[in-house]
């Protein structure tokens, strides 16, 4: 079946440093990638989206380029804030199934 | 516009006991999905609900079930209450459920069977 997989956390960082997060994923059609962010005491909130080959979802600093041959979408920021300080899930979805397929999560926490 | 709501935000049963779950969608929403988050699966699909019928449905035993109304309104209802159904049940609403459709969550019900 469908899966995602994310990189364990947590991903401890200083202010200002680079964020990667790596999702890689296994599908048996063409999802939609997407990527969810997770505040304290909060539901999800969709921070990018891409729903084709070599499209790249770009939000807030954030962005993930759908990569079909290596079957990854891997989250970036060039200079990640206090504030970003969540837990981000990768999804997929795929056409017909009506529902996501989610990764376990990854915590980050930046530094002041 | 208002986001998706659901209630109670917390609960705490025994048990043994019934619960059931309630999820505004966002108006003009007709897709609702349900997931529970916990520590240990994570994020893991119950069911989803389109115009009142059930599309899909994910690997939870029949003591879960849902339903839809006719204005979208979604509940869902867990008997027979086990220590493991403990979690965070999250809705969430779309326009329609599909590839390129955005979900919007609520801010979930925590619930505690003790």
């Known amino acids: 079946g469908d899966s995602v997989t994310q990189m364990e956390g947590p991903v401890t960082l200083s202010e200002e440093a680079f964020l990667t997060i790596n999702c890689t994923y296994t599908?048996?059609?063409?999802?939609?990638l997407f990527w969810y962010v997770q505040y304290p005491g909060e539901g999800l909130q969709l921070l990018l989206k891409a729903t084709k080959a070599d499209d790249k979802g770009s939000n807030k600093g954030f962005e993930a380029t759908y990569r079909k041959e290596t079957t990854s979408f891997h989250l970036e920021k060039g200079s990640v804030q206090v504030s970003d300080s969540a837990v981000y899930f990768c999804a997929l979805s795929e056409e017909g199934t009506y529902k996501y397929i989610f990764g376990t999560g990854t915590r980050l926490k930046v530094l002041a | 516009k208002a986001g998706v709501t659901q209630t109670p935000r917390y609960l705490i049963k025994t048990r043994g006991q019934q619960v059931t779950l309630s999820c505004s969608p966002i108006?003009?929403?007709?897709?609702v999905s349900w997931y529970q988050q916990t520590p240990g699966q994570g994020l893991q699909f119950l069911f989803e609900?389109?115009?009142?019928?059930?599309?899909n449905k994910g690997n939870f035993p029949g003591r879960f079930s849902g339903r839809q109304f006719s204005n979208s309104r979604s509940e869902m209802n867990v008997s027979t209450l086990e220590l493991g159904d403990s979690a965070l049940y999250l809705c969430?609403?779309?326009?329609?459920?599909?590839?390129?459709?955005?979900?919007?969550f609520g801010q979930g019900t925590r619930l505690t069977v003790v």
């Open positions: 609900y389109f115009s009142e019928t059930q599309r």
């Open positions: 108006s003009g929403h007709r897709s």
């Open positions: 599908a048996t059609g063409y999802p939609s």
């Open positions: 969430a609403s779309s326009t329609q459920q599909g590839a390129n459709a955005e979900a919007f």
